[in-house]
């Protein structure tokens, strides 16, 4: 790059001070003998907010966030345990071991007791298939070290991001679920003067700072640092750079458990690492642009219904600035206007992530994923996903005729499909 000498002292300036930002910023490695401490008083619960935060705190009762983890019930109205203990299986432990269940949406795993320590058993029950299945974390970065289940210490591995306030020195936790405090921080000080600078409010924060509240739980990815104990984001407090306590994982263009050669979600909780690619994300959104964090109503917290299209057409209907370009969602979308496949989320948040089963978790890079790509290279589509008795040729036919502006032509390689089925 040429500089001019009065640009130059400028210049100089600038990357000064982006230096001097990033060096504030330091990757802090994990290190098991010197683990950031909290002060655990700080943290006062959910009730406690709920005395001036009423509507909040129902709102909050109402998502999975609240029930995370659960106390084991086998029967009656308030039970906890989805699996059915009857069925013979060496994928569950005995219904009278269980010290609690992890999960409730779309698989439950099993918290057992081994030599003092709380452990996840090896299997799990599938909610979608309503069967037991194995649960071996073999696509899990931390697997090679943690090969015997036994091992496999619930506070470390898992804990950070289900339960609220982690205090490693003693190994508790302030609540079970992911409460007020996971996302607003400690709030004692805030609960006694109720003053604004006194806690965390996500919305009043950097962009990048308020969706690092939801990533430090929702992007795959490792604490810096070569230790292979801890699996979560150990001294992260919500205002927080993550990246100072976090590495993310990226895409590199080839398969991996958290993504497909084409860097769209292969399995669940990859929506902070498929978001990130997004042109939303470029727009600069973020999660609570569409997922209330105080509210169950819709389908996974959105703040409209996805599944009228609502959500989307908030910002992308006719008037609104990003509207389509087509005059009718039919001629967008190609199919009625009341069928599935007219539906925002089918096309653009494809079900490419197996969660419990294959195709269950959507893809948040909101790309729509052509059937070129399925051709090329095994992964899901958006067409096929619904199309399952199709070719993606079929639909890459229907897809060059529909879309001409997409870039869809074959490789020149030909058909190569290395589709391979995710590790769970
Ligand atoms: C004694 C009552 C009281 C308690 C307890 C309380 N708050 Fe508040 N909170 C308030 C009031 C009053 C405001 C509005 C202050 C204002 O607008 O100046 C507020 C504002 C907030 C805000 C918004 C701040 C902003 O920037 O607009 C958040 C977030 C919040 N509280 C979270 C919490 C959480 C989390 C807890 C529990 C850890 C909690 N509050 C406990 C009274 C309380
Ligand atoms: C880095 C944060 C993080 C760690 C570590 C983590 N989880 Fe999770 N887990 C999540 C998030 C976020 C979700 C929900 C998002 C999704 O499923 O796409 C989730 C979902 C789940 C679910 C499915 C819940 C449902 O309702 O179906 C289960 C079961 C689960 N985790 C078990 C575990 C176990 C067992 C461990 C430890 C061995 C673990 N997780 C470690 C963040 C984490
Ligand atoms: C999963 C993260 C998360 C949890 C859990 C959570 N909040 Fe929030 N809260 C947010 C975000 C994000 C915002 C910013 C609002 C926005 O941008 O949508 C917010 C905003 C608020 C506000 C400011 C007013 C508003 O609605 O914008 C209050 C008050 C508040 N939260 C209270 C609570 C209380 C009380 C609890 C527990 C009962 C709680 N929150 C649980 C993420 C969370
Ligand atoms: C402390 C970790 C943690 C934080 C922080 C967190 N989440 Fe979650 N989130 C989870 C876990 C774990 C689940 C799975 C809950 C379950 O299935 O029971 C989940 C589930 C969800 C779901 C799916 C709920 C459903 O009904 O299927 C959405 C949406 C979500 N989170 C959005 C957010 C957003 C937005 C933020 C930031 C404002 C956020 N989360 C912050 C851990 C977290
Ligand atoms: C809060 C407003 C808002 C909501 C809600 C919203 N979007 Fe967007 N969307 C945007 C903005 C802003 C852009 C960026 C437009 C640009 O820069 O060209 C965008 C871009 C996109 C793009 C990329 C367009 C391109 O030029 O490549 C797609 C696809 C998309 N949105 C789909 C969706 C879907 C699907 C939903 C519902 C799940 C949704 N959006 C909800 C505001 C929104
Ligand atoms: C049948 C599949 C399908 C459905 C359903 C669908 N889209 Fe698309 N959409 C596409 C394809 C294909 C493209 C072109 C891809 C590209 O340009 O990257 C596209 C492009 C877009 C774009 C960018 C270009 C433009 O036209 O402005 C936006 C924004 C968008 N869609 C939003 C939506 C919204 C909002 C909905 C629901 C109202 C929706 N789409 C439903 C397939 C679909
Ligand atoms: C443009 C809107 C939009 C944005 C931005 C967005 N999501 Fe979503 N998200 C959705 C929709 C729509 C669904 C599916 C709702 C449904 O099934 O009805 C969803 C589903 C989810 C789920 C449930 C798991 C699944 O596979 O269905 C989680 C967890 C989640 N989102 C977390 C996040 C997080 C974390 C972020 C930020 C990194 C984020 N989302 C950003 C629209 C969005
Ligand atoms: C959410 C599921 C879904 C998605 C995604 C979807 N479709 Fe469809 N499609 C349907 C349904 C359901 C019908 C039946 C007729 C109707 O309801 O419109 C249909 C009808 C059709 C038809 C006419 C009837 C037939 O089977 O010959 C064609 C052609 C078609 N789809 C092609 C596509 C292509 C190409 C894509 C990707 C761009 C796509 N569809 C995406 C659900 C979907």
Same mark, same amino acid.
């Given at each position: 790059m040429k500089t001019s000498p009065v640009v130059r002292p400028l210049l100089l300036i600038v990357l000064c001070a +982006?230096?001097?930002?990033?060096?504030?910023?330091?990757?802090?490695?994990? !290190?098991?003998?010197?683990?950031?401490?909290?002060?655990?008083?700080?943290?006062?619960?959910?009730?406690?907010?709920? !005395?001036?935060?009423?509507?909040?705190?129902?709102?909050?009762?109402?998502?999975?966030?609240? !029930?995370?983890?659960?106390?084991?019930?086998? #029967?009656?109205?308030?039970?906890?345990?989805?699996g059915d203990f009857s069925i013979p299986s060496t994928n569950h432990p005995a219904l009278k071991d269980v010290k609690g269940v992890i999960g409730s949406r779309w698989k439950q795993r099993y918290l057992v007791e081994e030599n003092g320590e709380e452990v996840v058993f090896n299997g799990q029950w599938s909610v979608q298939e309503k069967k037991w299945q194995p649960y071996t974390a073999k696509s899990d970065w931390w697997w090679d070290h943690h090969k015997d289940w036994k091992q496999r210490s619930n506070f470390k591995l898992?804990?950070?991001?289900?339960?609220?306030?982690? #205090?490693?020195? +003693?190994?508790?936790?302030?609540?079970?679920?992911?409460?007020? &405090?996971?996302?607003?921080?400690?709030?004692?000080?805030?609960? +006694?003067?109720?003053?604004?600078? #006194?806690?965390?409010?996500?919305? @009043?924060?950097? @962009?990048? @700072?308020?969706?690092?509240?939801?990533?430090?739980?929702?992007? +795959?990815? @490792?604490?810096?640092?070569?230790?292979? &104990?801890?699996?979560?984001?150990?001294?992260?407090?919500?205002?927080d750079d993550l990246a100072k306590y976090w590495k993310g994982f990226e895409p590199d263009g080839k398969v991996t458990p958290e993504f497909w050669q084409n860097g769209t979600a292969h399995k669940n909780r990859v929506q902070g690492n498929t978001f990130v690619q997004s042109v939303m994300n470029d727009a600069h959104l973020q999660c609570s642009n569409c997922h209330d964090s105080h509210s169950g109503r819709h389908t996974a917290m959105t703040i409209k219904s996805a599944r009228d299209n609502a959500l989307c057409l908030t910002c992308h209907a006719p008037g609104q600035k990003q509207h389509l370009k087509e005059k009718t969602l039919t001629e967008h979308t190609h199919h009625a206007a009341t069928s599935t496949g007219s539906r925002c989320i089918e096309c653009h948040m494809a079900k490419t992530g197996e969660n419990s089963v294959a195709a269950e978790s959507r893809n948040h890079t909101f790309d729509f994923i052509s059937p070129s790509t399925t051709i090329k !290279?095994?992964?899901?589509?958006?067409c096929n996903l619904c199309h399952k008795d199709q070719t993606p040729e079929w639909s890459l036919a229907l897809v060059k005729k529909w879309y001409p502006q997409l870039n869809v032509a074959l490789p020149a390689d030909g058909s190569i499909r290395t589709a391979q089925a995710a590790d769970r």
């Open positions: +982006a230096v001097a930002s990033r060096a504030a910023e330091a990757p802090a490695e994990l !290190k098991l003998d010197a683990l950031p401490k909290i002060d655990a008083t700080q943290f006062v619960g959910a009730e406690a907010c709920a !005395k001036c935060h009423a509507s909040h705190f129902d709102g909050w009762k109402s998502t999975l966030h609240s !029930k995370m983890v659960q106390r084991p019930i086998a #029967d009656g109205p308030g039970k906890t345990i989805l898992c804990a950070g991001c289900h339960s609220t306030g982690l #205090d490693t020195q +003693a190994e508790k936790w302030q609540e079970l679920n992911i409460s007020c &405090e996971s996302c607003h921080g400690a709030g004692r000080k805030h609960s +006694a003067t109720s003053r604004l600078e #006194d806690i965390v409010n996500p919305a @009043r924060i950097t @962009r990048d @700072r308020s969706m690092d509240v939801c990533l430090y739980c929702h992007q +795959a990815g @490792r604490p810096h640092g070569a230790q292979t &104990e801890y699996a979560w984001a150990v001294g992260y407090q919500p205002g !290279k095994g992964n899901p589509n958006s």
